[in-house]
């Protein structure tokens, strides 16, 4: 299938490429966009299209901070009607989650999500902008671009907020101190993941601006009448937010859905109409998330209880017996081993 965006994703390019001494409508031209079809609610380009273009006006004008200049441009208004719910949730992290939701309805290859903080420090997380799609060729402008915008409509959304670092996966494409200067904050590079690392207390902060719920419930409503996500079901939905949640926020099915945006009775019969349940995925996930901890971690299994949200050790070695038919320290001792025994085969 071809991935698609709204021609809207690009919205400025040809301004900026006038500015920067081009001509964005010839530039457009070759690739069968006019600057209408960008201005337009309802244009559609093909993915790599959007990417290829990017490319070929960072090489034209010479420009390798293209994609951050690009986001300069830009704002939430050309998230459409989607900026509309996004504007109107009554939370920054409201908002993120809305955005995550229905963020196909403008791109159909990324996806925005909360995160714990990869540098594991204390009442700080992560929102990630990850793309879906392996198919699509990587283009470091286009991440640029969209971390670059994300962080912008993050300021819009809290009225200003503290970035305390970025992560990019490619290497810087121009001098580190442009990256440093337009997030006003420390960059690292060759990461393998695109994120902006953020005070948890952000999520929870307020709009910056009045919001209207009854135009939210409306808007959402449209796109839920209107538009279906054609990569992710319900069950993937709740299991990526259950997995940003846990640990950091009760992992409840009443917060899951207030996040969809469902009503929790809604969530539960869409949930058994794909044939499982709420607490079957929360269990499967601190499953996962519990042998990971002990596996690939030294964490106390007091720690590793209170991360996967169960009532201290005790709950977790029942649990542990019940996933793995072994108890935390054996799971813990046997990783170990087989560690061991692969290093000496390797020698």
């Not at 530039?27 to 600057?35: H, I, M, R, T």
């Not at 441009?73 to 009554?90: F, H, I, K, R, T």
């Not at 499967?284 to 299994?301: E, I």
Request: charged share 25%; net charge neutral.
């Amino acid at each position: 299938m071809q991935m698609e965006i709204r021609a809207a994703a690009i919205r400025g390019i040809d301004r900026l490429i006038d500015d920067l001494g081009g001509d964005g409508t010839a530039l457009l031209a070759e690739f069968g966009v006019s600057p209408g079809d960008l201005d337009s609610e309802h244009g559609l380009l093909p993915t790599v299209t959007a990417g290829r273009i990017l490319r070929t006006a960072t090489k034209k004008l010479d420009c390798p901070d293209f994609g951050l200049r690009l986001a300069a441009y830009q704002d939430m208004s050309m998230l459409g009607p989607l900026a509309l719910a996004v504007e109107n949730c009554d939370t920054v992290g409201e908002g993120l989650d809305c955005a995550s939701r229905f963020l196909f309805v403008h791109n159909q290859g990324i996806r925005l999500r909360r995160e714990r903080d990869p540098e594991h420090y204390a009442g700080v997380g992560a929102v990630e902008y990850r793309m879906l799609h392996p198919d699509i060729p990587y283009e470091p402008q286009t991440i640029d671009a969209g971390l670059g915008l994300l962080h912008r409509n993050l300021v819009t959304m809290s009225g200003g907020y503290e970035l305390l670092g970025v992560y990019l996966p490619h290497p810087p494409l121009t001098d580190e101190s442009v990256y440093t200067d337009f997030f006003g904050a420390p960059v690292r590079f060759d990461t393998g993941r695109a994120l902006l690392r953020v005070p948890t207390k952000l999520f929870a902060q307020p709009m910056s601006t009045p919001v209207d719920p009854e135009l939210r419930r409306m808007v959402v409503e449209y796109l839920e009448a209107h538009y279906t996500d054609p990569r992710e079901s319900v069950t993937a939905m709740v299991r990526s937010a259950i997995s940003g949640a846990l640990g950091t926020v009760p992992a409840r099915i009443d917060l899951v859905a207030q996040w969809l945006h469902m009503h929790p009775r809604t969530l539960q019969r869409r949930l058994a109409q794909e044939g499982t349940s709420f607490q079957a995925i929360l269990d499967d996930v601190r499953k996962n998330a519990a042998h990971r901890l002990l596996t690939r971690s030294d964490m106390p299994l007091s720690q590793v209880a209170s991360s996967v949200e169960l009532a201290g050790q005790a709950a977790l070695t029942r649990a542990a017996r019940r996933w793995f038919g072994r108890t935390p320290t054996q799971v813990r001792r046997d990783a170990g081993r087989m560690s061991a025994a692969a290093r000496v085969a390797q020698r």
